[in-house]
């Protein structure tokens, strides 16, 4: 248990539907991320939250829509999905934003048919 | 724009040899860390290396970090089954955002 907690595990989603990935964090730090990880690829970061504010989207599609209401909680809401972006979505958090070690959720394992 | 380079993608070794991973980084590095993925599961923090030329080891992980900063390895000695996973190196640019190599997945031959 690395006090990052993602759900749901598993998700498998056509391409007209609307879901939510939702991660919370035991570990009362202020940054949350959002990472993409495909097979045989570096992670690549896709939005940064730093006490609930946007501090970077590294040019993510608009289809995938993230949502931080406090400094424990982060969503990413996805709707009109490719094939590919199938791939495993982690979740993480640190304190403070940059420079320091992360701790990963387990990830969900995203399928989009 | 930034990139750091991992080598090899895979390593096939039998129980009890070493194994070594490269990072290496277009440009210099603030600090480095290193992770490690189970099959089936998330990057866990295993070090931060911060000062040129250091050497940090962990029983029988030795890493290193580049006098330039701009290279980091890791090497492990005799390697045993609860070894297996991927290991990847994510240097802090300038600005301290990570980039991430494409990792070293460790595969020990039955």
């Known amino acids: 248990e690395t006090g990052v907690t993602q759900t749901p595990r598993h998700l498998v989603m056509g391409m007209t539907n609307k879901k939510s990935l939702k991660c919370e964090q035991h570990l009362g730090h202020n940054a949350m991320y959002w990472y993409k990880q495909s097979a045989k690829k570096p992670l690549e970061l896709m939005f940064v939250y730093n006490f609930k504010e946007q501090t970077e989207n590294n040019s993510v599609p608009s289809r995938f829509s993230p949502e931080c209401p406090n400094s424990s909680h982060l969503f990413l809401h996805l709707h009109t999905l490719q094939p590919e972006d199938s791939a495993l979505y982690l979740c993480?958090?640190?304190?403070?934003?940059?420079?320091?070690?992360?701790?990963f959720g387990s990830g969900t394992q995203l399928s989009v048919l | 724009g930034q990139q750091v380079m991992q080598i090899p993608q895979y390593q096939h070794v039998q129980e009890g040899e070493d194994f070594t991973t490269y990072c290496n980084s277009s440009t210099t590095l603030s600090n480095i860390q290193w992770y490690k993925q189970r099959p089936g599961g998330h990057p866990v923090f295993l070090i931060q290396l911060v000062k040129s030329g250091e050497v940090k080891k962990q029983k029988r992980l030795t890493f290193q970090f580049g006098e330039a900063k701009k290279n980091s390895s890791l090497h492990i000695t005799a390697t045993q089954t609860t070894d297996v996973g991927t290991y990847f190196c994510?240097?802090?640019?300038?600005?301290?955002?990570?980039?991430w190599g494409a990792g070293t997945k460790l595969i020990i031959k039955p």
């Open positions: 993480a958090s640190s304190s403070p934003v940059r420079g320091v070690e992360l701790f």
């Open positions: 994510a240097g802090a640019g300038s600005n301290y955002q990570l980039i």
